[in-house]
């Protein structure tokens, strides 16, 4: 099946992958993409909007809750009061005496006036000697059978019900009911406190959802839209929903239109029953502009599609038309024809590959101008390679001659009796023998501390008691490896531009030593000889990391430090000090493990 598949897309013309490729390429992606972002966008609006339904909800049942903790403490202060339950419990035998104990007591009409959340204050009591005056009211057979009044019967909490207003009737309002007769009433007594509508109505001022505030019996106490007030849950269409649901949010249908309802109950304290915040989310309000921006994408889609189309009509006919120029010119080469070339205009790919191609050409016709120039430098160089082979062979001196002839010299120099002659021809062979030995690998630093040995006995000879050298050498840094002959090259720098010249002569300290912790190796040569100005100095040490061999470079010293810092790295330190006529100080410090050797 892939077989056929590439063979069906090599046999198709180019224009045609071109439309093919956009459609799969462009059209389809762009189509899944834009479908995905739409549903996505429409989610993440749903979602703030809940979000910031269930934070308004919580809003507002603070501010009610605060709201109605004013009726709730005004109830517990009318429980405890002495004069209203003297009132109360009197049965009066005149009128005037009633109209002058309510002249005296004063308390509901200055909880009115200093608390803008009430709106009335009713007493309604059992006393048939109390006269009606919108605040003490006398108990009617219509009144006891009140449902509000018969549940005050059965507890003496707070209850929340949204009833008729005696001063107004036909119009309800939510109203605070709670029994008296606990706190010593020898007659009958409910009081009622009606909750101004306004404040309540403040509260879910300006809500962007359809917010209300619901009863227990499902009236709708406030709302945001002022016609759903005192209408019951089932004319809104969300009373079932609601109906033995906990809090949450549901999934409904408001007014034929698909919604979610946050719901949130309110319980007060010290009431028996409490409110519920009920918050309607219309899906299509809601979503309203995304969909707006989602025909708007779809639609610019669309024309970008179409412009496509037109473009790459336009673009894949001028593709087709150039690569035809080159492929022609191709054929032309193929049958033997070299000395053609393209002329394509621009500076695309397919320009760039047809000056490729000129260049291609030009190069096959010189290559094959040169081929037997090519060989017979070849040779040439073939035979002087040769020449200079043999010239290196003859011009090497064979290790074993001259250690033979030194040891015949050594021999000679025994029998005439010439021992310190003998002994330093000696030196002179073990010393040549070890650098000679020596290869690209690191050797134990005891290997090169008998190098400087016998270095220095050789010096000796020279010298004598002028040059003198001191070997400071801790065992345990013995065994530790170190790359070949970085001590040597440091003391014959010391010897020879330090005390060489010197007529007094000097001395020359070799010192080692391991750190603690066996990280670092420690080697310090130092001498007393002619020291260097500070210019010198600054000279030496710019020298030291120039790659480059140039004239007046201390080569030996050159050599060690670049040495150990391509092996060692930044963990590789060089201290180097002098002070004219007083002598040199050099201070090297390197790692005691190494897992290369440069």
């Known amino acids: 099946m892939p077989r056929l598949l590439s063979r069906w897309l090599n046999n198709m013309k180019l224009r045609t992958k071109l439309f093919i490729s956009l459609l799969l390429v462009v059209a389809v992606p762009v189509l ?10 429409r989610g993440k609006v749903l979602d703030d909007a809940v979000a910031q339904s269930m934070n308004n909800v919580d809003r507002i049942k603070q501010r009610t809750s605060t709201l109605l ?16 339950k003297q009132i109360v419990n009197t049965n009066f035998e005149r009128p005037i005496d009633v109209f002058l104990a309510y002249r005296e007591y004063t308390a509901f009409k200055n909880l009115l006036s200093l608390h803008k959340e009430l709106s009335s204050i009713r007493l309604y009591t059992s006393n048939p000697t109390l006269l009606d005056n919108w605040e003490l009211m006398k108990l009617t057979p219509a009144t006891e059978q009140t449902f509000w009044y018969k549940a005050a019967q059965e507890d003496s909490l707070a209850q929340w019900y949204y009833i008729d207003e005696v001063t107004n009737p036909g119009v309800k309002k939510l109203s605070l009911v709670r029994r008296m ?16 509508r306004t404040e309540l109505a403040t509260i879910l001022m300006n809500e962007p959802f359809d917010t209300m505030i619901v009863d227990s019996n499902n009236f709708v106490v406030a709302s945001s839209r002022r016609s759903d007030e005192g209408r019951e849950l089932t004319d809104v269409n969300i009373g079932q929903l609601l109906d033995g649901n906990k809090d949450g949010t549901y999934n409904t249908v408001v007014d034929g239109t698909r919604a979610k309802v946050v719901v949130e109950s309110l319980h007060p304290s010290s009431s028996r029953n409490g409110l519920r915040i009920v918050s309607v989310i219309r899906i299509d309000s809601v979503v309203k502009d995304a969909n707006r921006i989602s025909y708007l994408g779809l639609s610019i889609m669309l024309i970008s599609f179409i412009v496509a189309i037109i473009i790459i009509s336009f673009v894949s006919k001028l593709l087709s038309n150039r690569l035809l120029v080159l492929s022609r010119q191709m054929n032309k080469v193929a049958a033997g024809n070299l000395n ?3 002329q394509i205009d621009g500076n695309d790919e397919i320009a760039l590959l047809s000056r490729q191609f000129n260049g291609m050409m030009n190069s096959i016709r010189d290559l094959m101008d040169e081929v037997q120039e090519t060989n017979h430098q070849r040779n040439m160089l073939q035979i002087k390679q040769k020449e200079i082979k043999l010239r ?15 040891e015949s010299i050594r021999m000679k120099a025994h029998m005439n009796k010439q021992t310190e002659i003998a002994q330093t021809v000696k030196l002179l062979g073990t010393l040549m023998r070890k650098n000679l030995e020596i290869g690209g690998h690191s050797i134990a630093l005891s290997d090169e501390i008998e190098i400087v040995r016998c270095y220095s006995e050789i010096q000796r000879f020279r010298f004598g008691e002028r040059l003198s050298f001191e070997l400071d050498i801790a065992p345990d ?5 170190v790359p070949p002959l970085i001590v040597q090259p440091l003391v014959e720098n010391a010897v020879v531009h330090g005390l060489e010249t010197k007529e007094e002569g000097g001395c020359v300290v070799i010192r080692t030593l ?19 100005e500070e210019q010198r100095l600054r000279q030496l040490l710019d020298s030291l990391e120039d790659m480059e061999d140039r004239e007046g470079y201390r080569i030996g010293m050159r050599n060690v430090h670049q040495r150990l810092k391509l092996m060692h790295g930044d963990a590789y330190t060089l201290t180097l000090e002098s002070t004219p006529e007083q002598g040199t100080f050099i201070r090297l410090e390197l790692p005691t493990r190494s897992d290369a050797y440069v």
């Open 514 to 532: 391991v750190t603690d912790d066996f990280e670092k190796l420690i080697i310090e040569i130092a001498d007393n000889g002619q020291g260097m």
């Open 392 to 406: 290196m062979m003859a011009s090497q001196i064979n290790p074993h001659f001259l250690f033979n002839a030194l």
């Open 340 to 342: 053609g070339s393209l």
């Open 181 to 196: 007769d606990p706190v010593g009433y020898r007659t009958g007594a409910v009081l009622v406190i009606t909750v101004n």
């Open 32 to 41: 899944i993409v834009g479908l995905f972002l739409t549903v996505q966008f």
């Open 477 to 481: 840094s013995l065994s530790v490896r």
């Open 69 to 84: 903790s004013v009726p709730i403490e005004a109830s517990n202060t009318f429980m405890y009061d002495e004069q209203l």
